[in-house]
């Protein structure tokens, strides 16, 4: 099993099951979501860990997208983590992390990267991706988003 595939179905929570189970919960193919609330969903994600939390992370954002195209997406990098947000950047697979941040931001997913990250690391912002934003704290910047209605999630 890839690890894409591992991760969809933690997501769905599907690891753990026997092989019968299994197998009928992946032919039954996509639940559809249903739709709560009349207005989108806003999310801010905290991706600080590792880069392992940041594909994951990201993977977790293209699945919930996939149900509800409508969500609202801010994913704010800093600590350890903060190096996702770099150019040239390789997820744990590999492949580069700005193919991923690239498709997620043409469906409207905004990348904010800590300040005080990039300052502690000697980071220069010419190394961020095009997406990426700076803000002064990445801690800061969630406390805000959660205050002004975003609900906070931390894969």
């Known amino acids: 099993m890839n690890p894409r595939d591992r991760i969809r179905l933690l997501g769905a929570g599907l690891i753990g099951l026997g092989g019968a189970q299994l197998a009928q919960a992946q032919t039954q193919g996509p639940v559809a979501a249903q739709q709560i609330s009349?207005?989108?969903w806003k999310v801010a994600f905290q991706?600080?860990?590792s880069l392992e939390q940041a594909y994951e992370g990201l993977i977790n954002i293209q699945n919930v997208l996939e149900l509800d195209p409508k969500?609202?997406?801010i994913v704010v990098g800093?600590?350890?983590a903060i190096h996702f947000l770099l150019n040239g950047a390789k997820t744990p697979q590999g492949a580069l992390f700005s193919g991923m941040i690239g498709d997620l931001?043409?469906?409207g997913v905004q990348f904010k990267a800590c300040n005080n990250t990039l300052t502690f690391l000697k980071i220069p912002q010419s190394e961020l991706v095009l997406e990426a934003t700076v803000v002064p704290?990445?801690?800061y910047e969630l406390v805000?988003?959660?205050s002004e209605?975003?609900?906070y999630i931390k894969p």
């Open 105 to 107: 931001a043409n469906q």
């Open 149 to 151: 209605g975003w609900y």
């Open 47 to 49: 991706i600080s860990d």
């Open 144 to 146: 805000k988003l959660q």
């Open 71 to 73: 969500m609202q997406f």
């Open 38 to 40: 009349s207005e989108p």
């Open 137 to 139: 704290a990445g801690v």
């Open 78 to 80: 800093y600590g350890k």
